[in-house]
């Protein structure tokens, strides 16, 4: 039986986007502290554990921004962890992974670390959650606009890649490969890049590595979803998952890597030293997210993760 501990809303609802506050030193002395004891954000706990005593849940993560509300992503993960049974915690408090040390130090006793997150930030304000708030600006004054930013350093980049090395596993989720734009060391680690998406609409997704773990027991599906179209930096034979716009449909990616494109590269999986990697870009809602088909791709991911297959 999996159960909520009672608490108030996390307060990675509530997080300080002020540039000052990301390097504090005390905030993120605090943090680690909180690791401990109840710390802010916990996702559901196995009955009979004590958040204040026992050692922190194998999986930690990472999630929300701009474009990805928060709360869609906890129930996204609540629903997944639960059925696994697995305790996991989760926050929205990005700066408390500026620092390399500070990385570390929240990953210490972590087996999982899922970042469903991209790398920008937006101190100055924004009109909404998304571009699409924008057609409303003309009854607006002066609204809040800046330009963005971003909360990730090469040091964040360093201790994952050493987390993951040591024996630790990452889960790349949805549009985290935003971060690589800004670590070449997370970019490595991961084997790609974000080079944009078009918006959501109809696309397939085929299972190209039918002999994989990841794999058993997923068929091909159709989600009405962004499909990315990122820079793919691995083998061939890594590749398990990609997307083909069947409508026709193109896509010229930011970069330009891609041209008129139909097909992208969409999930993957790889060992790096002692630990485990998937990136999957499927994720924008959560009609994608609990497609039964991959639905089990994620089932599957997760325990492959954390060596439980």
């Not at 390399?100 to 924004?126: M, N, Q």
């Not at 734009?181 to 397939?204: A, I, K, M, N, Q």
Request: charged share 20%.
């Amino acid at each position: 039986m999996i159960e909520r501990p009672a608490r108030e809303a996390p307060r990675s609802d509530r997080v300080d986007n002020d540039a000052t506050a990301r390097n504090a030193t005390a905030r993120n002395a605090a943090a680690r502290d909180a690791i401990d004891d109840d710390w802010p954000g916990a996702g559901p706990m196995s009955a009979g554990d004590n958040p204040s005593t026992d050692a922190p849940p194998p999986v930690l993560a990472l999630i929300g921004d701009r474009y990805h509300n928060l709360d869609y992503i906890r129930v996204h993960f609540d629903r997944l962890f639960a059925e696994l049974g697995i305790a996991y915690r989760y926050t929205g408090n990005y700066e408390w992974f500026s620092g390399e040390d500070d990385t570390r130090a929240l990953l210490s006793g972590v087996r999982l670390l899922c970042v469903f997150r991209d790398g920008l930030i937006f101190p100055a304000g924004y009109v909404g959650p998304e571009f699409y708030s924008y057609y409303v600006l003309n009854l607006m004054n002066r609204p809040p606009s800046g330009p963005s930013g971003t909360w990730v350093t090469e040091g964040f980049g360093r201790a994952v890649e050493q987390f993951v090395r040591d024996g630790g596993s990452l889960f790349s989720c949805h549009n985290n490969l935003s971060v690589s734009t800004f670590s070449s060391t997370y970019r490595s680690l991961t084997g790609g890049v974000y080079d944009g998406h078009p918006p959501e609409r109809p696309w397939r997704v085929e299972v190209v590595a039918t002999d994989h773990p990841l794999t058993r027991g997923v068929t091909d599906f159709v989600v009405t979803d962004e499909q990315h179209f990122p820079i793919y930096d691995r083998d061939a034979a890594d590749m398990l998952l990609r997307g083909v716009n069947t409508d026709g449909l193109t896509f010229t990616s930011d970069s330009g890597a891609v041209q008129d494109g139909t097909v992208s590269a969409v999930a993957w999986a790889h060992e790096h030293g002692d630990g485990r990697v998937v990136v999957s870009t499927v994720g924008h809602n959560l009609d994608a997210l609990w497609k039964p088909e991959y639905w089990q791709f994620q089932i599957n991911a997760v325990r492959w993760l954390l060596r439980d297959t």
